[in-house]
């Protein structure tokens, strides 16, 4: 059974910062896209940024140059570092982990005051 577990959420003043981590277990972490993907009241869920198994990333506008995903074999364990954070990052952010299926995690909040 593929569980995604999340951890690091909470609550910061603007320009503060963040660390989430998503830990996988019940498949090869090594042959899955991992990505972190947020959802803010009333909006749709969106793509934050994602980790390719050779490492490349892709990260959303709204966040590059201030989040940064990696990702950890030996622990199974990918996280976003979320820096500089503003109100607009407000939100409940997702683990996901791609291959053939999608994978979810049970999401944590996010809350960026100003």
């Known amino acids: 059974q593929v569980q995604l577990v999340e951890s690091g959420g909470g609550s910061v003043q603007t320009g503060g910062s963040l660390r989430l981590a998503c830990s996988l277990s019940?498949?090869?972490?090594?042959?899955?896209?991992m990505g972190w993907y947020r959802q803010a009241p009333g909006r749709q869920r969106e793509l934050v940024a994602k980790i390719y198994r050779d490492g490349s990333t892709n990260y959303a506008d709204s966040v590059k140059d201030r989040f940064v995903i990696s990702r950890e074999y030996a622990k199974s364990t990918v996280y976003l570092q979320m820096n500089s954070l503003k109100p607009e990052d407000t939100a409940v952010y997702y683990c996901?982990?791609?291959?053939?299926?999608?994978?979810w995690g049970q999401g944590t909040q996010v809350t960026v005051s100003s």
């Open positions: 019940g498949s090869d972490f090594g042959r899955v896209t």
């Open positions: 996901n982990a791609a291959s053939t299926v999608n994978y």
